[in-house]
Structures are given as C-alpha cells and as structure tokens.
C-alpha cells in the first residue's frame, strides 16, 4: 500500500530564504508526482508534475526534484516570499488515484 | 472562467438530511475525480469517472454516498443522511489524460450540525 510522508509538518523562515520541502512514498512503483500549493480554506493549485521518467521541473522560483529508487521527491523555492505561506502538498499518482502527503505547513515571516 | 468550478462553496445542513454538490470539469477533460479533505489533513480518494463511466470507488465512500456524471459532463456527488463526520471540504478535479496534472476545483465546505 503506497504511503506518502511529508516532512516537516511546518516550517517558518525569514523572508528571502531558500528553502527545501520534502516528500517521500514507499512504493516506487509511480505514474508522476505533483506539488500542489493550498491555501487556508481554498481548494488546491497545482505547482509541478513530474513525470515518472523525469528527474526534475522548474517553474520561477521552485524546483521539485524526483528519485523514484529512494522514494523521495523534493521541492526548493528559491527566495521565499511573504506571498509563497501556504501549505504544500505533494501527491503521487499511484494507479487511478492520488496518494497525498498531510502537508508542510510554511510561513515566510517579512 | 474555464477552470473547474464547483457549487455550492458552503454548505450546512442538519444531521440526518441530505445534500448534493455539483462539479463542473474543464470542458475538454474526460477524467474526473473526488476527493474528500479533513482538516489539517491531505485529500482522500472517493470515486473516479472516465467519461460518463464510474471506473472507481474508495471504500470511503459508503452506501449514502452516490456519484454520477451524466453524459460525461458535469458531476454530482450526493450524500444522504448526513452525519457529522461528513464534515469535510469535498474537492474535486479533472485532467484530461491519463498521466496528465489534476486541475482542482475551489471545493465545496459541508458542516453538518
């Protein structure tokens, strides 16, 4: 059975930071990986979908990485921003469904 | 606006009646899915449609709980009486190929008092 962990379950960094969120699955066996952003009470918008042949996607500031042998994908966001607090998901699309991560919950403090 | 919409976004009812949500998919995708997203929690799997056909359905989603998407258009997601653990924002999405992104809608908040 495919399990998704995300750590941390929060994360708080000054303004300007890089930072790194992570994401792992116990089954490697995956279609693709997204990253989504959701914000409090709104539904969910997707950031980054990796392919399962695929290593890495760049969008502006972020950057999600995939190693399906190590069952581990990461997301960098370049130069944090106030603007990017909101909490990320990451879901891995298993079979007919998507398999989710609770979250990591991020706050960019000015 | 062509993304996926749903209605209504609030919804409370009284234990024990029955509710209806409404999904509209972009027009071009022909997969749809529900989820189902408790607080501080990730979203969970309900059901999946390709076309007008049910392809899937979560064992989450007991026997009060019906989908159906007529003519492979818009969904509808009914649940009948209500209990409060049925308080939960239900999502839904769609996406157009197999191994493409989902597009989520905005969600629809049920509090059932």
């Given at each position: 059975?495919?399990?998704?962990?995300?750590?941390?379950?929060?994360?708080?960094?000054?303004?300007?930071?890089?930072?790194?969120?992570?994401?792992?699955?116990?089954?490697?066996?995956?279609?693709?990986?997204?990253?989504?952003?959701q914000?409090?009470?709104?539904?969910?918008?997707?950031?980054?979908?990796?392919q399962s042949s695929q290593r890495e996607q760049t969008s502006g500031r972020l950057n999600a990485s995939?190693?399906?042998?190590?069952?581990?994908?990461t997301l960098y966001i370049a130069a944090s921003q106030p603007g990017d607090s909101a909490t990320y998901l990451c879901a891995v699309d298993s079979n007919y469904q998507l398999i989710w991560g609770a979250g990591t919950k991020l706050i960019i403090k000015p | 606006d062509t993304g996926v919409s749903q209605n209504p976004r609030h919804k409370i009812t009284k234990r024990?009646?029955?509710?209806?949500?409404?999904?509209?998919?972009?027009?071009?995708?022909?997969?749809?899915?529900?989820?189902r997203?408790?607080?501080?929690?990730?979203?969970?799997?309900?059901?999946?449609?390709?076309?007008e056909a049910q392809l899937e359905k979560s064992r989450l989603l007991s026997d009060r709980f019906s989908a159906e998407?007529?003519?492979?258009?818009?969904?509808?997601?009914?649940?009948?009486?209500?209990e409060q653990g049925d308080s939960a924002m239900?999502?839904?999405?769609?996406?157009?190929?197999?191994f493409n992104e989902q597009f989520f809608g905005?969600?629809?908040?049920?509090?059932?008092?």
């Open positions: 059975k495919q399990e998704v962990t995300q750590i941390p379950a929060a994360l708080s960094v000054p303004e300007g930071e890089n930072l790194v969120l992570n994401c792992s699955f116990t089954d490697s066996a995956i279609y693709n990986l997204q990253w989504f952003r914000d409090p009470g709104k539904g969910l918008t997707s950031l980054l979908l990796i995939l190693d399906k042998s190590s069952g581990r994908s | 024990g009646q029955n509710v209806t949500f409404r999904c509209d998919p972009i027009s071009e995708h022909n997969r749809l899915y529900w989820y997203q408790t607080l501080g929690q990730g979203p969970e799997f309900l059901t999946y449609f390709q076309n998407r007529p003519k492979g258009s818009f969904s509808t997601l009914e649940i009948q009486r209500t239900y999502l839904c999405a769609s996406r157009a190929g197999r905005p969600g629809t908040r049920l509090t059932v008092l």
